[in-house]
């Protein structure tokens, strides 16, 4: 470990800040378009088939087949792709929703496209072996041999079928993070496999210009900003930074701070607030993304993150050797100035939510009084960068309120010698603007939630509540 | 997404889903119509393909559909594609193949791109063979004829809308038609196969 820590300067707050609630209207009406559009295309989907008569071909089982096979395979294959952006990590849905909401809506519709796909894949198999007058199995092998293309959908069904198993809670729990991911890499080639079959067997494709243009650019559309915001990007980013590990600092029992340094820190174009995948490129690591928040406000000398001791990955980090190669994917995620819609705010956090809530506390441009801090901890010695937090704090005439001591009540957010009155009344007690000021909680899960009850007791409104929960 | 937002997106996507299913409808009545005009001209070859082997030829021309169906439509997008492929059609059922749009006054290889070829293809599945001829007139399709167009399990169906198709599409860049996958990839081949031969 080595402790030549850059000096302690603090950055100037970001004065370009807008507030009010007119930003609020805006972000609610860009998610309305974005979602609109979405939307939009599986109606327009589903609109061209009703067009082309598809409606209507429902008259036997022969046709009751086929159709279901043709609109499923179209709604399918339009989810499948939204589905896939919605993994791309790209920033213009990032901005509009955050990292976890994004993801967590990925995750939702992973299995639906599983059975609308399936429905396709059975629809057509039987509407064959029937229309044939084989077996299932004979059919099968009949379209996998016969038919242009069917063999590569047919593989490409497979891999979806290892994805989305591979990705079910149960599995999750047994397979190790790497393992799960290069399966889910898979996904890729399964969507790649299955395009040569849409367009040289499909009914709703060839020949027919509108399909062709919208199914080309949708596909376009997706496989560029995958490409680009999930590798080509970050890659070339990267290289041009040549971010290194400059120094490795204990700040607690349990907490180290990590900083690195390259060229032109500020291309990252990070807030406060925000994190950053980080890949450590050596042997062991170069494979294993973690998500870290900075520590900092963003500056041109250095990124800091500050991460606890809670893994195989972070027990090995204290180890980490000065000059290290580093990348970074990001800044993600939404837990930043950008949603503050008012003058006064509350920064509340516990333990290993320190490090966001240290950065914005940093970079928030507020009247002395403004900014209300409060920090949970065990115990004062694991209070990682409480010397840094109470700096700023006298610095800019915040207030802060650094609760030590060991968990009271099974409900409570507070330690156990501030459980004579209900916990609500010690927030306003603490802060008593709490329900006109923008509120940003980072902790543990269910201690987030039981502040978000809290501050919901007090009529803080839900819109200028700010939590980012955790979900990779 | 908004509650307004979402009411309103929710009500114009069930809009545009209603109307465009009305306005598909129309279309299949007349495809049904062609259909059945289609069974009635097959079902000889479907008679005789009961005996298998014993090629039967039926031949199925692009005016024999096309003309019931111009009868049938009315609106919708498709007719405009339909009253272009009559147009050509029409244009063979006055046996002089003179196109009316009589464009694309390329002198030398006009000679090429005119005429009648045969194509030829083998279908796997069901073991039948089919033989065309494609006419060209300044390197547009005007006029596929089926020659021996056979297809079991009542697949034959398909061959007047894969003659539509190819007359509409210039050539064999359409999808499967008429639920006939098997018959649509050796009905292609056998267009490519003439098309191959000017």
Known sequence: MSQTAPQLTLTPPNTRVRLGAKKLLQLKRSQDIIETFAWATVVFVAAMFFLDGGLAKFGNLNDILQSTSRLTALIGTDLLLIHTLLVARVPWLDKLYGHDKVTIAHKKLGKPILYVIAAHFLASLVQFAIADGKSLVAEMVNLFVNVPDMWSATVGFVLMLVVVVSSINAARKKLSYEVWYVIHLLAYISILAAVPHQFSTGSDIAGKPLQTLFWVSLYLFVALNVVWYRALGPLLLNLGLGLRVSAVVRESSDTISIYLSGRGLERLGGQAGQFYMLRIMNKENWDKPHPFSISAAPNNRFIRFTIGDRGDFTSQLPDLKVGTRVFLEGPYGVFTEERRTKEKVTLICAGVGAPPIRALAESMAARPGDITIIYRVRSYEDAALLSEIEQVARHRGFRLHVLSGKRGSANSWLPGHLNDVPDHARLIEMNPHISESDVYICGPGPWTHAVEKSLKRVGTPATQIHAEEFAW | ?198
Do not use: W
């Not at chain 2, 692009?62 to 339909?82: I, R, Y």
């Not at chain 2, 002198?107 to 599945?125: H, I, L, M, R």
């Open chain 2, 1 to 198: 997404m908004r509650s307004a937002t979402k009411t309103f997106v929710g009500l114009a996507g069930i809009g545009v889903l209603v109307a465009t299913a009305k306005l598909g409808l129309p279309v299949t009545t007349a495809n049904a119509a062609t259909v059945s005009v289609a069974t009635t001209t097959d079902t000889s070859s479907s008679q005789t393909a009961t005996n298998t082997d014993t090629t039967a030829s039926t031949s199925t021309t692009a005016t024999t559909s096309t003309t019931t169906k111009t009868a049938t439509k009315t609106t919708t997008k498709k007719t405009t594609k339909a009253s272009t492929s009559t147009s050509s059609g029409s244009g063979t059922s006055t046996a002089t193949p003179t196109p009316t749009p009589t464009p694309t006054p390329t002198p030398t290889p006009a000679a090429a791109n005119s005429g009648t070829k045969q194509g030829q293809a083998y279908e796997q599945v069901f073991g039948s063979n089919i033989t065309i001829s494609v006419t060209k007139s300044n390197g547009k399709i005007t006029e596929v004829t089926c020659i021996d167009c056979n297809a079991t399990h009542g697949y034959s169906r398909a061959f007047p809308a894969l003659v539509q198709a190819t007359l509409a599409a210039n050539g064999t860049n359409y999808g499967t038609q008429g639920n006939a996958t098997y018959t649509t990839i050796a009905f292609k081949k056998a267009v490519k196969d003439a098309l191959a031969k000017f």
